[in-house]
């Protein structure tokens, strides 16, 4: 899940009033399944070790294929991998650079990483570069909100940091419309403690309520748009406006940036699997779903493998059980593209919303407890909480882990951040659950060795033992 999603959940545990807070000390009790996390966390580490998760991809279809395997031997029914066309893209090389020239042609010559000091955004331009004529002059454009400062951004780099009021995307549409050459993000607030690093972010935009890929709906936005760290983005507007060599002796910067980044529609891939009810009410689906890939840039571990991994376990948990409705299992490709396999699965079965009871999100549910051990849930309805407090008192029972945590409740309408926004858009009921700690999300630290097994089981078992007793017995 990304910056906006988390950003999204802080601000509504801020702003939610006392009454959707509360203890998870309520009597009642629900029943609680049984969590293997060894067997999650190997899920977990099948599916980080695929190279390629971005939507589209070659490792989002492989790990869809095991996730299909793992839906098989929990005995869950109807297992099938439903595949969509959807505007993908991937970067298949990039190459950025500080040029600063003096009198006798280049001076010297600054590169800079990728994925490390820079990123490139999603569906970005491409950008050959053949010879010195093709390196951009720079300018900067303070945060973007001010359409003045673009008066100049004719055929160059235009650089705007991070904290403005427009989206990325919004941003990189701007420098197009005001005819730059590229667009540039210098992150000034993402990530902190990682010292402000570049984010892999994707271009989507609202439209009919729904996120689109940016390409739907501008097909000809064609200049590179990428992140630059805090480091880079001050180093590129210092040498360029304010060093001493520019102010005295007239020395010239600009960037080399050669993308090629292949933007087309491709395959995107969903799971499904149903613990089938046997009730009055089987048609009626508890639905439990999380997105199997990744960042481009990023191995994805947190961000999203570990809910997918939760989501397994909890199918072999369940699979022998007998409910009266149907509890049914997704994995969701082209999450980070901006929801596009949960929003093509809907409109591919409309019937879903009228028949859900609730859909359960699973983003980012680890806690690394090394930074705190903060849980955070949210719901459409303070009913819905209630129940969740009901979960958690249960497992608190039952777990020796689930007293090492702080669980956070909140009430919203759930409409954006992660594909429960999907379903929540078109009416369904909807509860999240999010860890914490991660700080590495959308990089190339999100790995492994964040991953907390503790909070797997907690997670797994809270979640698990609420979608059992929502589907009720047959």
């Excluded at 689109?212 to 748009?225: E, G, H, M, Q, R």
Aim: proline share 2%; aromatic share 10%; glycine share 10%.
């Amino acid at each position: 899940m990304r910056y906006l999603a988390v950003l999204a959940v802080c601000i509504l545990i801020m702003t939610s009033t006392s009454g959707c807070f509360g203890g998870d000390d309520d009597e009642k009790r629900i029943k609680v399944i049984e969590f293997n996390y060894d067997k999650s966390w190997d899920d977990i580490h099948f599916i980080v070790g695929k190279d390629d998760r971005f939507g589209g991809g070659m490792g989002e279809l492989e790990a869809a294929v095991y996730v299909e395997e793992k839906f098989k031997e929990a005995g869950l029914a109807n297992v099938k991998i439903h595949n969509f066309s959807v505007p993908c893209y991937e970067v298949n090389d990039a190459y950025l650079a500080l040029i600063e020239y003096d009198n006798f042609g280049v001076d010297s010559i600054t590169e800079y990483d990728h994925m490390y000091e820079f990123t490139v955004q999603g569906y970005s331009g491409s950008r050959a570069y053949n010879d010195w004529t093709d390196d951009v002059p720079i300018i900067h454009c303070g945060n973007g909100s001010d359409d003045s400062l673009y008066a100049d951004a004719d055929g160059k780099a235009v650089i705007v940091t991070s904290d403005g009021d427009l989206s990325f995307t919004e941003l990189w549409i701007k420098a197009w419309e005001n005819g730059a050459a590229a667009n540039i993000i210098h992150n000034v607030h993402i990530h902190e403690k990682l010292d402000f690093v570049p984010i892999g972010f994707t271009g989507a935009l609202v439209r009919d309520n729904h996120s689109v890929a940016v390409v739907d709906v501008y097909p000809d936005l064609d200049i590179p748009s990428m992140m630059v760290s805090y480091d880079v983005g001050d180093e590129i507007q210092w040498k360029a406006q304010d060093s001493i060599d520019h102010i005295i002796w007239g020395d010239t910067v600009k960037l080399r940036i050669d993308f090629d980044v292949t933007v087309e529609e491709r395959d995107t891939y969903v799971v499904t699997g149903d613990l089938e009810g046997r009730g009055k009410h089987r048609n009626e689906i508890v639905m439990l779903g999380g997105h199997i890939d990744a960042a481009y840039v990023s191995p994805g571990a947190v961000d999203n493998a570990c809910g997918v991994g939760t989501i397994t376990e909890i199918a072999r948990s369940l699979g022998s059980k007998k409910t009266d409705r149907t509890i049914r299992f997704a994995a969701w490709g082209s999450e980070e593209n901006g929801m596009l396999g949960s929003y093509e699965y809907y409109k591919a079965n409309p019937y879903i919303v009228d028949n859900m009871t609730v859909y359960m999100n699973f983003d980012m549910i680890n806690v690394d407890l090394t930074r705190g051990n903060s849980i955070t849930m949210g719901a459409t309805s303070n009913k819905l909480i209630g129940k969740l407090k009901t979960a958690v008192g249960s497992v608190k029972a039952k777990s020796k882990f689930a007293k090492e945590f702080k669980f956070n409740y909140y009430v919203s309408n759930l409409t954006g951040g992660s594909d429960q926004a999907t379903f929540t858009l078109e009416g369904s009921e909807a509860i999240v659950y999010w860890g914490s700690g991660a700080w590495e999300y959308h990089t190339p630290w999100d790995d492994m060795g964040h991953i907390n097994k503790k909070s797997l089981e907690v997670c797994g078992r809270i979640m698990g033992s609420l979608a059992l007793n929502m589907a009720g017995s047959p």
